[in-house]
């Protein structure tokens, strides 16, 4: 290479060949076979949705290795549990899953009713059912999109944005934002559900139903996504198990678990509702699974509506922004779009929590990708990595 | 053929008005696609700039004119520079002998078809080299990957070229249009519909769209074998991608869809609309599909289509045999 260690025309010095890369990379490589590529995916790169960043030794266009490294998008929200008051750490919830804000509201607001021992009134459960399972639905949607994307299909994202954007309007009535939505509160929700509100969710679920026809017919019976995902990336329920892996990653592993059934919370005991476990374990399995908790939140929004009780929306002696938590610990775990969401509080009596502890399902998801990737092609990691329906800041939190 | 005064200048000439074909192919197919992607992704599509986003496609030219060369360290840059050139010249000598209209052949050559899938071979050669110059992994992967799929899909592109010049017993494009009529019935494309069908789905692996863009696929390799350019050398590419199009589109409508020749008024429009008709097919799939994965496409291809073109070719011989 000496012969070319010349200054080029454009000022770029050629330098001899350093093994490049910083800690994870070098430490990555140690283990590396010959003749192999080490190639990083990320942080910057248009499949991993955010700054998740996977190393990935290659052999050809086979994975041998994988490995992810996170915290690019750590933001130290278990900190700021510690240091704000439960109302002040509200807003935070809304930003650790930007697909699914509202199951993270509940989870916080949960657990510290749980601690207080404060009761909701039946109007506001309902609401947040309402709310939180519209919600499901348009992180779903979302993934469904982003996933074909990473398919190479490019269409149906916009699609999957138009219908998010409906969601968006009707979520917007009630908690005044559209994305990082806190429309929980201790002992109830923030505002109640107006005429409007109600009227366009009605019409928003017979609408969706007829629209995830077209897109059975349109994406999931096309002969090449059916391809690209079949035998693709099979996750049993041993290996979810392992990892801790919950949410449609280990229904569609076969195992019937939903907290929203075995762990109740809420009125969801009082709603009759389908679990979808899918007949496969590979991507389609997955694929499938979530299409299917489309229809079946939007069955529970259907009932929720129907039975909706008039009432109060905050308890008579609702929390002021300066009470203190009683000393103790409680625990609450949600059903979110991804899996089980927990928080774990612990309260010495003090202005702020001790200690919060929040559970994300994604990290844990994403935990078993190492193990499932290996000996895949390229591609495939990719729909696998794509399958486990990924949000980086709930995973670094 | 004798190469006098005449033809070197009306091969000049040509070579011309090709270079000015490609740019303007260019700019009305980006605009095109734009439009036709915005329609199928129920968006409008580039709007801002000029009377419907006309202009669009011009202001971006612009910017990719006006935009730093940016080189990343340790590239070989003269290969690094070169490959957008090489990708770029080969389509100025393909168009050629494509006989776009009764008078409108710039090179009457017998071997017409020869020559154009001889050179079509140069752009396989810009890709390894973008890919293996940029110093870039991803470039690497993508450039190995354009290699074999080139390679792969030229095979039934010829095979099912062969049908139809085994028909016409002649590699002389103006022969081939001449043979066939004005109407649809009259065409190649009825007595070859099996070779017509072999022909589209490799033109589209040949010219890497989509569902068979693997060498730049964006989700996997970010943007494969181009990842590093930017501004003209990116600029070079794309011309190059919508002219390779054009390129067999126009062949394509030269062997089964009667050329020139056309119901009411020969001439070089219906050439153009049968040739546009293709792109725009082209990139209708590619708004509709998702990407196969790469063994999944080598597969259509040896599996398929290359025993497919065999038979096709084999049918074609024995009939014509007991014909005679």
Redesign the interface.
């Known amino acids: 290479m000496d012969r070319f260690n010349f200054i080029n025309p454009f000022g770029v010095r050629y330098q001899p060949d350093t093994v490049a890369g910083d800690f994870y990379t070098n430490n990555f490589a140690k283990k590396a076979e010959s003749n192999t590529i080490i190639l990083n995916l990320g942080p910057q790169h248009p499949s991993t949705h955010g700054v998740l960043r996977v190393i990935v030794e290659l052999d050809g266009e086979y994975v041998l290795r994988a490995e992810p490294v996170l915290g690019y998008l750590h933001r130290m929200h278990e900190k700021m549990g510690e240091v704000k008051t439960p109302w002040q750490f509200l807003p935070n919830m809304g930003r650790v899953d930007y697909l699914h804000p509202i199951a993270w509201n509940w989870v916080h607001v949960g657990a510290v009713e749980r601690l207080a021992g404060i009761t909701v009134p039946e109007r506001a459960e309902y609401l947040r059912v309402i709310s939180c399972e519209l919600n499901r639905v348009a992180s779903h949607l979302m993934w469904w999109g982003a996933f074909v994307m990473d398919l190479g299909g490019v269409t149906p994202i916009l699609y999957a944005f138009e219908e998010r954007e409906k969601i968006n309007d009707i979520l917007q009535i009630v908690s005044g934002s559209r994305l990082t939505i806190s429309y929980f509160r201790f002992g109830g929700v923030s505002a109640d559900a107006d005429d409007r509100f109600l009227r366009l969710t009605a019409e928003f679920v017979p609408y969706l139903r007829q629209r995830l026809k077209m897109y059975q017919a349109l994406v999931t019976d096309n002969i090449i996504l059916r391809r690209r995902l079949e035998k693709v990336g099979p996750i049993g329920v041993d290996m979810c198990q392992r990892y801790g892996a919950t949410g449609p990653v280990l229904r569609a592993a076969g195992l019937n678990r939903d907290t929203r059934r075995d762990i109740p919370y809420s009125v969801y005991p009082k709603f009759d509702f389908n679990i979808p476990t899918g007949p496969v374990d590979d991507c389609l399995g997955r694929y499938l699974v979530r299409l299917a908790e489309i229809e079946a939140s939007l069955s529970i929004i259907e009932q929720a509506l129907e039975s909706l009780p008039a009432g109060p929306i905050l308890p008579p002696k609702a929390p002021k922004p300066t009470f203190k938590l009683p000393a103790g610990e409680s625990y609450f775990a949600v059903e979110g779009a991804r899996g089980q969401i927990g928080l774990h509080l612990i309260s010495d009596g003090g202005k702020t929590p001790y200690r919060v502890k929040l559970r994300a399902p994604g990290f844990s998801n994403l935990s078993l990708f190492a193990e499932a990737a290996r000996g895949t092609l390229l591609a495939d990691a990719i729909a696998i990595l794509g399958s486990l329906d990924l949000v980086i800041p709930e995973v670094d939190r | 053929m004798a190469l006098s005064l005449v033809n070197f200048v009306v091969v000049i000439a040509a070579v011309l008005l090709i270079i000015g074909l490609m740019v303007v192919n260019a700019v009305i197919m980006v605009y095109a696609e734009r439009k036709t992607?915005g329609f199928?992704?129920?968006?409008p599509g580039p709007y801002e700039v000029g009377p419907w986003g006309t202009v669009q496609a011009i202001c971006d030219s612009m910017k990719l004119l006006g935009k730093q060369?940016f080189?990343?360290?340790?590239?070989?840059?003269i290969l690094f520079f070169a490959a957008p050139v090489l990708a770029f010249f080969p389509v100025l000598l393909l168009f050629l002998p494509i006989p776009f209209g009764p008078y409108l052949t710039a090179l009457k050559v017998d071997e017409g078809i020869l020559l154009i899938l001889a050179f079509a071979g140069f752009g396989v050669i810009s890709n390894i080299l973008a890919g293996w110059a940029s110093n870039n992994?991803?470039g690497?992967?993508g450039a190995?990957r354009a290699v074999s799929q080139s390679v792969a899909y030229e095979i039934p592109m010829i095979m099912a070229l062969l049908g139809v010049i085994f028909l016409t017993g002649s590699m002389n494009l103006t022969q081939i249009v001449e043979r066939q009529g004005a109407w649809p019935w009259q065409w190649n494309l009825a007595v070859q519909p099996l070779a017509f069908f072999i022909y589209v789905v490799s033109m589209v692996g040949e010219t890497n769209r989509?569902?068979f863009?693997l060498p730049e696929?964006?989700?996997?390799l970010?943007a494969g074998f181009h990842t590093e350019y930017s501004g003209m050398g990116f600029a070079l590419f794309f011309l190059s991608e919508y002219a390779n199009m054009l390129l067999v589109c126009c062949v394509c409508a030269t062997f089964f869809l009667g050329g020139w020749r056309g119901p009411f008024l020969d001439g070089f429009w219906w050439t153009f609309i049968k040739a546009y008709a293709l792109m725009m097919f082209i990139v209708w799939i590619r708004?509709?599909?998702?990407?196969?994965?790469?063994?999944?496409l080598l597969n259509i291809n040896w599996k398929w289509l290359l025993p497919l073109s065999i038979l096709n070719l084999w049918i074609t011989a024995v009939i014509l045999k007991f014909v005679d």
Do not use: H, M
């Not at chain 2, 199928?40 to 968006?43: K, L, V, Y």
């Not at chain 2, 696929?217 to 996997?220: I, L, N, P, Q, Y």
């Not at chain 2, 708004?287 to 999944?296: G, I, K, L």
């Open positions: 992607a199928i992704q129920r968006r060369i080189i990343p360290g340790n590239v070989d840059w992994k991803y690497l992967l190995a989509a569902p863009d696929a964006e989700s996997e970010t708004w509709t599909f998702p990407r196969v994965r790469f063994d999944q």
